[in-house]
Nanobody, 119 residues
Framework: QVQLVESGGGSAQAGGSLRLSCAAS????????MGWFRQAPGKEREVVAR??????PTYTESVKGRFTISRDNAKTLYLQMNSLKPDDAAMYYC??????????????WGQGTQVTVSS
């Protein structure tokens, strides 16, 4: 049973920083990928940052240059968020799945961690 547990959310002022962590446990088959999603009230869930099939990080346009996704092993994922904007406020989810298109329908989700940004 795969479990994803996020931590590190909270409140920050605009221009500030937060770092999210995601600890994964369980057994993973080959070609397992992970990433970060977010969902703000009244908006659809979106992919914020993920690793593609070649291990290259990709970002949604609105966070490029401000957010950095990283991992220190196959089971720990991070999202460094700098220069935060009020529009970044959302529930952030760690997710994972298999294959190059895993992000279209992730197999696993964390419980989410709230990020609030005040102007």
């Amino acid at each position: 049973q795969v479990q994803l547990v996020e931590s590190g959310g909270g409140s920050a002022q605009a221009g500030g920083s937060l770092r999210l962590s995601c600890a994964a446990s369980g057994y993973f088959y080959p070609k397992y990928y992970m990433g970060w999603f977010r969902q703000a009230p009244g908006k659809e869930r979106e992919v914020v940052a993920r690793f593609d099939a070649d291990g290259i990080p990709t970002y949604t346009e609105s966070v490029k240059g401000r957010f950095t996704i990283s991992r220190d092993n196959a089971k720990t994922l991070y999202l460094q968020m700098n220069s935060l904007k009020p529009d970044d406020a959302a529930m952030y989810y760690c997710a994972g799945g298999y294959g190059g298109s895993w992000y279209l329908s992730p197999a696993y989700w964390g419980q989410g961690t709230q990020v609030t940004v005040s102007s």
